[in-house]
């Protein structure tokens, strides 16, 4: 594996900001800045912070160009699960804008729920979703997220079948995928399709949740750096490339830690040791 010329590296800048909540303008063009100065090929925004910055998509777009970055991943659709499914519809249509704008070519879906409808009523919902972002001409991938209805690979892989939508993936997040419930599924993964594969964010975790942490918390602050942590990177990504799949590879370090020390220094960390478990 190698992260050099022909495969994307893309920083998420939410986890340069100790607050990704609270985004300023200096946040987001100091993150911006020391993404291209440290060598990654695009970046990730969250588009509901960039009115908190003062700016719009239009302006990001312009600003991208002038780094020489792209924007190749737009999170997250949450309400696709809503049964008042034209809110669902508008969300869409709000974030399928914002990827256009920004010349995205993924969404992500995600749900904060801790349960799930009837599995029928859930794909069905995702295929809408689906749908929608195909109009624009726009791929989407489910994220798993451990605390949720959609806590683990099976979950998102037994959807993505029932759904059946040919712009359809999976994201794979190597936190999630360690703290996933049974822990990682390698099994699963080698029957899904490479093209079903399509992003992967790379990230580490201790190998036990102390106990003076939940797991929200750490998954929001405490991450490691690639490779620092538990996970089985030789396993997990040999998989993934073994399969023939060509994803983003999408660094995603949420640490308070790291955060503190200044967009250009977490940048460059965290770039050399994506570069490291890449190979």
């Not at 750490?218 to 538990?230: C, D, I, K, S, V």
Request: net charge negative; aromatic share 8%; glycine share 8%.
């Amino acid at each position: 594996m190698s992260v050099a010329n022909s495969e994307e590296l893309v920083m998420s800048l939410a986890t340069m900001c100790v607050n990704p909540f609270e985004l300023t303008f200096d946040q987001l063009e100091s993150s911006l800045v020391a993404t291209a100065d440290a060598g990654y090929t695009g970046i990730s925004v969250w588009p509901f912070t960039l009115g908190m910055a003062g700016v719009d998509a239009s302006w990001l777009a312009d600003r991208l160009e002038e780094l020489q970055l792209t924007h190749p991943v737009a999170e997250a659709a949450f309400g696709w699960l809503n049964s008042d499914r034209d809110a669902a519809a508008a969300e869409v249509a709000n974030l399928s804008e914002y990827a256009t704008a920004v010349g995205s070519r993924e969404l992500v879906a995600v749900t904060m729920e801790s349960t799930l409808p009837p599995m029928d009523e859930v794909a069905a919902c995702f295929k809408t979703l689906c749908q929608g972002a195909g109009d624009a001409g726009l791929q989407v991938s489910m994220e798993f997220l451990p605390w949720t209805g959609i806590a683990d690979l099976a979950t998102a892989w037994e959807i993505l079948q029932r759904a059946d939508c040919d712009n359809s993936g999976i994201m794979v997040d190597t936190w999630h995928w360690y703290r996933q419930p049974g822990g990682p599924n390698p099994d699963l993964l080698r029957q899904i399709p490479s093209e079903k594969l399509r992003v992967v964010q790379l990230c580490d975790a201790v190998a036990e949740l102390p106990d003076d942490m939940d797991i929200a918390t750490e998954t929001m602050t405490a991450r490691l750096l690639p490779g620092e942590g538990a996970v089985d990177f030789a396993e997990v990504l040999g998989i993934i490339t073994g399969s023939g799949a060509t994803p983003i590879w999408f660094p995603e370090v949420f640490s308070t830690s790291l955060a503190t020390a200044g967009p250009h220094t977490m940048a460059a960390q965290v770039l050399a040791a994506s570069r490291s478990v890449l190979g």
